[in-house]
């Protein structure tokens, strides 16, 4: 399976903005679906995930404020982000598994290219 994230841009602090990532290849209504950030000079972190049966899970830092879902008619997952901060700064990854849905980037076997998110302060 192909993924491709978008929906990213530059944002002022508080500011809203939806990822969207489009799979091809294959229809994703069986994979567990992730989202994953890498900001400048720091490791790629866990950001939310959404199973094939629409249970999700984000991180501490985005809790209340991000939210995952999926259009499995679409073969996309997306992820709104509202009440932006400049600490959300990284480029945002989405990524596919068979297997369990965890917060481990190893456990995702597909991942597209990411989408730039800068928050201005």
């Known amino acids: 399976v192909q993924l491709q994230a978008s929906g990213g841009g530059l944002v002022q602090t508080g500011g809203s903005l939806r ?3 489009l799979a ?3 229809a994703i209504g069986n994979y567990n679906m992730a989202w994953f950030r890498q900001a400048p000079g720091r490791e790629r972190e866990f950001v939310s995930t959404i199973t094939w049966n629409d249970v999700t899970n984000v991180a501490d ?4 404020r991000f939210t ?3 259009d499995n008619g679409k073969n996309s997952v997306y992820l709104q982000m509202n009440s932006l901060k ?5 480029v945002y990854y989405c990524a596919a598994t068979l297997g369990l849905a965890t917060m481990r980037d190893k456990s995702y ?3 597209g290219r990411g989408t730039q998110v800068t928050v201005s302060s």
Do not use: F, I, M, Y
């Not at 830092?61 to 209340?64: E, H, T």
């Open 19 to 21: 990822l969207s990532c």
């Open 24 to 26: 091809s290849g294959r």
């Open 61 to 64: 830092s985005v809790k209340g």
């Open 68 to 70: 995952a879902s999926r």
């Open 86 to 90: 400049p600490e959300d700064t990284a």
């Open 109 to 111: 076997s597909w991942w």
